[in-house]
């Protein structure tokens, strides 16, 4: 709900105005003199201020100067009955939105009222619609055929359009931010803001400002009144990425947002109330922080409510050729130059790599690729010299006892984790079918995937 302040120092104007506004269904605040006003404004941030240019305590003009020295972006409209060309040119230097004279008609006072809460409204989402252009530059979408991306997707299809939080968990570099995109435009609040907030990449005090806004003088450099990203969001959706980053303190007042939906700004004293559906996302195990008493439980279950497990790349290479494929595209089309195609040894190389950083670093390294590559095909050699690090060669075991011995135990569990992870693969990750591969029953097959830590599929 759109917030608006009426300031004049005749009652018959608050009143007429008020009675107006509250019909329309905007939240209204009055004030009877431009002190009044002053003071209202250093507790709340307002949408929208009409305020009387000529009052016994504080003209107009003053409230304007207050106004934007604030919050920049409320809009502002002047109302006088001693209309003059000084008054509005000095009024419209000053940034108000428009300038009426009074008497005035209802029906035009309620058209200005529309287009200047649309130009706010228009001009916070140009704001976020460069935030959004600037995160694109990660990933164009979201690419994978594997059994265990489907299963993603198909739990993204069936929770869009709850109001249900959702945790998305898995390793750094796995997409976590595309998924909870995928969620956002795929709900009803698809039209409605979405904002992105790292968690880990603020300070306490900062974060917290970040979140829910501050008021002016709350703290050293808060030099005007900020809304927080939660208010932006209203209406939409907001991620919390690396949720598990944060501190005890902020977590209370997380969980306070979620339990009560409403909030409050730092240094301020109103409550603000807020629509917002909650995406987190953390590459850490919350349950196991919980158990050491690093996070919150009350938290951890308000977040779990729909989990999300993103499998890393090393466990979905049928991935790795499309993902491949794409980032070249990708990356030559930018570059402006034909597309290479990629020699059978290179692709070799990167099924054989371990991918510690999943996606990211597939799309890094391809990056690299593209830029310093000149001909007409991308050679196991142009990828190798890429990597911060040989890439893993295929396992050679020895076929002869060396001469001062060898770790028989370590060699068998390598051995064995090797051939359950190729018989999952093989299998699509559907457990009965790969222990059918390795001739074991199921049991025997889950007691080794357990041994090794081997996690994700299907029974």
Same mark, same amino acid.
């Given at each position: 709900?759109?917030?608006?302040?009426?300031?004049?120092?005749?009652?018959?104007?608050?009143?007429?105005?008020?009675?107006?506004?509250?019909?329309?269904?905007?939240?209204?605040?009055?004030?009877?003199?431009?002190?009044?006003?002053?003071?209202?404004?250093?507790?709340?941030?307002?949408?929208?201020?009409?305020?009387?240019?000529?009052?016994?305590?504080?003209?107009?003009?003053?409230?304007?100067?207050?106004?934007?020295?604030?919050?920049?972006?409320?809009?502002?409209?002047?109302?006088?009955?001693?209309?003059?060309?000084?008054?509005?040119?000095?009024?419209?230097?000053?940034?108000?939105?428009?300038?009426?004279?009074?008497?005035?008609?209802?029906?035009?006072?309620?058209?200005?009222?529309?287009?200047?809460?649309?130009?706010?409204?228009?001009?916070?989402?140009?704001?976020?619609?460069?935030?959004?252009?600037?995160?694109?530059?990660?990933?164009?979408?979201?690419?994978?055929?594997?059994?265990?991306?489907?299963?993603?997707?198909?739990?993204?299809?069936?929770?869009?359009?709850?109001?249900?939080?959702?945790?998305?968990?898995?390793?750094?570099?796995?997409?976590?931010?595309?998924?909870?995109?995928?969620?956002?435009?795929?709900?009803?609040?698809?039209?409605?803001?979405?904002?992105?907030?790292?968690?880990?990449?603020?300070?306490?005090?900062?974060?917290?400002?970040?979140?829910?806004?501050?008021?002016?003088?709350?703290?050293?450099?808060?030099?005007?009144?900020?809304?927080?990203?939660?208010?932006?969001?209203?209406?939409?959706?907001?991620?919390?990425?690396?949720?598990?980053?944060?501190?005890?303190?902020?977590?209370?007042?997380?969980?306070?947002?979620?339990?009560?939906?409403?909030?409050?700004?730092?240094?301020?004293?109103?409550?603000?109330?807020?629509?917002?559906?909650?995406?987190?996302?953390?590459?850490?195990?919350?349950?196991?922080?919980?158990?050491?008493? +690093?996070?919150?439980? $009350? %938290?951890?279950?308000? @977040?779990?409510? =729909?989990?999300?497990? /993103?499998?890393?790349?090393? !466990?979905?290479?049928?991935?790795?050729?499309?993902?491949?494929?794409?980032?070249?595209?990708?990356?030559?089309?930018?570059?402006?130059?034909?597309?290479?195609?990629?020699?059978?040894?290179?692709?070799?190389?990167?099924?054989?790599?371990?991918?510690?950083?999943?996606?990211?670093?597939?799309?890094?390294?391809?990056?690299?690729?593209?830029?310093?590559?000149?001909?007409?095909?991308?050679?196991?050699?142009?990828?190798?010299?890429?990597?911060?690090?040989?890439?893993?060669?295929?396992?050679?075991?020895?076929?002869?006892?060396? +001469?001062?011995?060898? $770790? %028989?135990?370590?060699? @068998?569990?390598? =051995?064995?984790?090797? /051939?359950?992870?190729?018989? !999952?693969?093989?299998?699509?990750?559907?457990?009965?079918?790969?222990?059918?591969?390795?001739?074991?029953?199921?049991?025997?097959?889950?007691?080794?995937?357990?041994?090794?830590?081997?996690?994700?599929?299907?029974?």
């Amino acid at each position: 709900m759109e917030k608006i302040l009426i300031v004049d120092d005749e009652r018959s104007m608050r009143d007429v105005l008020s009675i107006m506004l509250k019909r329309a269904g905007y939240a209204v605040t009055v004030a009877e003199d431009g002190e009044e006003a002053i003071a209202q404004f250093g507790k709340e941030i307002f949408d929208l201020v009409i305020t009387d240019l000529k009052m016994p305590k504080g003209s107009g003009l003053e409230v304007l100067k207050a106004v934007k020295a604030a919050a920049p972006e409320t809009v502002v409209l002047m109302i006088t009955a001693f209309a003059s060309a000084e008054s509005a040119v000095e009024a419209m230097k000053q940034g108000a939105y428009d300038y009426l004279t009074k008497p005035f008609q209802i029906d035009e006072v309620q058209l200005i009222i529309r287009n200047a809460l649309e130009k706010r409204r228009l001009s916070t989402e140009n704001l976020l619609l460069k935030r959004e252009m600037a995160n694109q530059s990660s990933f164009a979408r979201i690419i994978g055929q594997s059994e265990a991306m489907e299963k993603v997707f198909d739990v993204v299809r069936k929770v869009a359009d709850t109001k249900s939080n959702v945790l998305i968990c898995g390793e750094s570099g796995t997409g976590k931010e595309l998924i909870a995109r995928a969620i956002h435009y795929n709900s009803a609040r698809s039209q409605r803001p979405f904002v992105t907030v790292n968690c880990s990449a603020l300070p306490e005090p900062l974060l917290e400002s970040e979140l829910f806004g501050h008021m002016k003088g709350s703290f050293t450099g808060a030099i005007a009144n900020k809304a927080g990203l939660f208010e932006v969001a209203d209406g939409g959706s907001i991620f919390l990425d690396e949720i598990g980053e944060t501190t005890p303190a902020t977590q209370v007042k997380l969980l306070r947002v979620i339990q009560e939906r409403e909030f409050r700004r730092v240094g301020g004293t109103q409550d603000m109330k807020v629509d917002v559906r909650i995406i987190a996302a953390t590459n850490k195990d919350l349950e196991k922080s919980v158990a050491e008493g +690093a996070f919150r439980e $009350d %938290l951890y279950y308000r @977040l779990d409510v =729909i989990p999300i497990h /993103l499998p890393p790349l090393r !466990l979905r290479t049928g991935d790795i050729p499309l993902l491949a494929q794409h980032f070249l595209e990708q990356f030559s089309r930018e570059s402006g130059k034909p597309a290479p195609s990629l020699a059978p040894g290179a692709m070799q190389v990167l099924l054989a790599h371990e991918w510690k950083g999943n996606v990211r670093e597939l799309e890094n390294l391809i990056e690299r690729v593209v830029a310093f590559s000149s001909g007409p095909s991308i050679t196991e050699q142009d990828i190798q010299g890429w990597f911060h690090r040989p890439a893993a060669q295929p396992q050679a075991y020895p076929t002869d006892l060396p +001469a001062d011995g060898l $770790d %028989l135990e370590g060699l @068998l569990n390598t =051995i064995e984790k090797d /051939l359950l992870l190729k018989a !999952l693969e093989r299998a699509k990750w559907v457990k009965k079918k790969a222990a059918r591969f390795l001739h074991l029953n199921t049991r025997s097959f889950r007691y080794r995937l357990e041994k090794h830590a081997i996690k994700g599929g299907q029974d």
